[in-house]
């Protein structure tokens, strides 16, 4: 056998060990997507769960509710259930925010259920808009949202309030 030949048996388990690396890579990456999509899931959780621990408290939840239904708040009511309002805006900010950047989908997500649930709450139609009260004295709850998901929200909102 001539040096020839050794060095093309040489580039052949050359291009073999490279085809196995490749695929080696795609395996790592794939796997790698799929705990970031879940640690996404599960931090999306995380970011909830607060919201969600206020809102078990009933005497709070009753007291937000009888406050929204009042034409004119008092500042701490505004501060109370527009903070409220805020918790669950921003939480599903969070997910379509992830959704927007391909962290998941927006059918794993439920986003379009979801801003249904957001958007027919009471308490977020209350401080909705340029006509809803204070969160606190001159910050509107829209003001505290980013644009892009005013926008997106917006018609949900208008659709359950009417």
Request: aromatic fraction near 8%.
């Amino acid at each position: 056998m001539n040096w020839e030949a050794l060095g093309s048996i040489g580039e052949i388990v050359a291009a073999v060990g490279q085809i196995f690396t490749l695929v080696y890579l795609v395996i790592q990456v794939t796997h790698n997507t799929l705990s970031i999509k879940a640690n996404t899931h599960q931090q999306i959780l995380n970011g909830q769960l607060p919201l969600w621990e206020n809102r078990l408290d009933f005497n709070h939840t009753e007291r937000i509710y009888e406050a929204i239904e009042k034409d004119q708040l008092t500042p701490a009511e505004s501060l109370s259930a527009g903070s409220h309002a805020v918790m669950g805006c921003r939480a599903h900010q969070n997910i379509f925010n992830q959704v927007k950047s391909g962290a998941i989908s927006a059918e794993a997500s439920n986003l379009s259920i979801l801003a249904k649930s957001v958007a027919g709450n009471p308490v977020t139609q209350k401080f909705w808009g340029e006509g809803g009260p204070d969160v606190w004295q001159g910050t509107k709850l829209v003001d505290l949202l980013s644009q892009d998901y005013v926008e997106f929200l917006t018609p949900f909102v208008k659709r359950t309030s009417q």
